[in-house]
């Protein structure tokens, strides 16, 4: 506790006077057990001085909430500012006038004796929504999901005073915008932060769309020199697309369309915001990556798409790659069929007819499944096995079934849903910058031009691929190597 001088309750009371009669208990601050509250900061005197008629009102509030008795303001304008203790009859009173020729405030006249008990419930007058934006501030700059709930207990705990869900709301969207600026000035902000993306950043995509009478956002896309770069240059030709629905006051729908690099890890090269989840968005999203993409990809082996699969992706895949494998997310899929049957011995099999290497294969694993349920046909129909099937699909999944940018989605809709949109998206820079930094130092350190990373499970093919091309049993191409379904 050194350098923290807290007064004994004795000095409290002599410098705030508190009147005997008074129990220590009524206006002990219930802050006791928070080491970073002072007690001197209760205290009053004569020629206090306050930087501005703003810090000498919330300076008041704090005492009167800490110390438990309410104010009344008498007067409040540009020269002065009294208070007395609400209570009537009770002499506490304070006169804080300006100083001349600076916006200096100071005590002229302290009656700070109190004769009444002091709030004896847990509701405070001075306890307004700005007390509450200001007491939260620091804990909602570290913890953006800090929830109105526990808002209103914390404060609940640390002042002893009662706040409604409603002021805890109010109070951490006022603390927010403080902190943020709000959501509605987050929107006006994209067309300059577009700009400084493209003007710090040269080489990266940032354009934003707005729609109607009264100019409202539609769409934003951002994708990163770094990332156009990284894909065109050193990925495999592979793509993941998905999207999540965000909960913020404006919701929305985040894009993102990722791909995924030498070791295995995400690596999102668009991200897109839009208003709504639509067959002209999508349309709108992958003509923005064709178009950053460019002549780029002609050059590269032909794309793989993985995804949901939804209307609005098919059509904006067929439009603007037109060449690309566009194949379902095996997770979407099988979880679609063993909804649908709620069998799981069919699902079972359902697995080994995913994986099954043949077309042999393929169709004795449907006789079975149609010995079990004739209904597996129609739903075979309606999600062709050319989209799915390790047997049937013409693309490369470079081992690659299932969607991962899902999760990722998911986790920035959690993390971003209290942040306006540009915040939002500079959360998602930050950590696409700390990825690709943390990957470059990882990659420094490996001696091979390929990503091998120690004991992985491409280092013991790549020896078992040695073994065999070096018997001369087969010649291998390293790019197309291993059975389907699990090329390098
Ligand atoms: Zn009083």
């Known amino acids: 506790m050194d350098g923290l001088a807290l007064p004994t309750m004795s000095n409290v009371k002599e410098t705030v006077g508190l009147t005997s009669h008074m129990t220590e208990n009524a206006f002990a601050p219930v802050s006791d057990a928070n080491p970073n509250v002072c007690l001197a900061n209760y205290s009053l005197s004569i020629g206090q001085e306050f930087a501005d008629v703003d810090t000498c009102r919330k300076t008041l509030k704090d005492i009167a909430i800490a110390l438990h008795f309410e104010i009344r303001i008498v007067k409040s304008d ?142 934003l896309f951002v994708s990163y020199r770094a990332a156009i770069y990284g894909f065109i240059n050193a990925c495999r030709p592979l793509l993941e697309l998905d999207r999540v629905q965000l909960k913020g006051k404006y919701l929305g729908i985040l894009f993102c369309a990722s791909a995924v690099d030498a070791n295995d890890a995400l690596f999102p090269l668009a991200i897109a915001i839009v208003d709504v989840e639509s067959d002209e968005n999508w349309m709108w999203f992958m003509s923005e990556l064709r178009k950053l993409l460019g002549v780029n990809t002609d050059s590269m082996p032909r794309l793989t798409i993985l995804s949901e699969r939804t209307t609005g992706m098919v059509q904006a895949v067929e439009t603007h790659f037109p060449n690309a494998f566009h194949g379902f997310c095996l997770r979407f899929i099988s979880e679609n069929f063993r909804d649908t049957f709620k069998n799981s011995k069919l699902v079972n099999i359902f697995w080994n007819a995913v994986y099954a290497l043949t077309t042999v294969e393929f169709e004795n694993k449907i006789s079975e499944m149609v010995q079990i349920s004739q209904e597996v046909l129609s739903w075979f129909h309606h999600f062709d096995p050319q989209l799915w099937a390790v047997a049937y699909f013409e693309g490369v999944r470079y081992g690659h079934f299932t969607i991962a940018v899902t999760e990722i989605l998911y986790d920035w809709a959690l993390e971003c849903h209290e942040l306006p949109i540009v915040q939002m998206m500079e959360h998602i820079r930050h950590q696409l910058t700390s990825w690709f930094n943390d990957r470059r130092h990882m990659a420094m350190r490996w001696t091979s031009i390929l990503a091998l990373p120690p004991k992985s499970g491409l280092q013991k093919q790549l020896q078992m691929l040695a073994v065999i091309k070096y018997s001369g049993q087969m010649k291998l191409n390293l790019k197309s190597c291993l059975v389907k379904g699990q090329t390098l």
């Open 78 to 219: 540009r020269s002065r500012f009294i208070a007395k203790c609400s209570k009537e009859g009770c002499p506490w009173r304070v006169h804080v006038a300006k100083c001349p020729g600076v916006p200096t405030f100071t005590i002229r006249t302290l009656h700070g004796e109190h004769t009444c008990e002091g709030v004896q419930n847990l509701h405070h007058q001075q306890a307004s929504v700005g007390w509450v934006a200001r007491s939260v501030e620091s804990r909602v700059k570290d913890n953006p999901q800090y929830k109105p709930k526990e808002i209103l207990q914390d404060i609940r705990d640390q002042h002893g005073v009662a706040v409604s869900y409603m002021q805890a709301w109010r109070g951490k969207e006022r603390s927010m915008a403080a902190l943020h600026g709000t959501y509605e000035e987050g929107y006006k902000l994209i067309p300059a932060y577009c700009e400084q993306i493209k003007k710090t950043n040269p080489g990266s995509i940032a354009s934003v769309v707005a729609t109607g009478q009264d100019n409202s956002f539609q769409r």
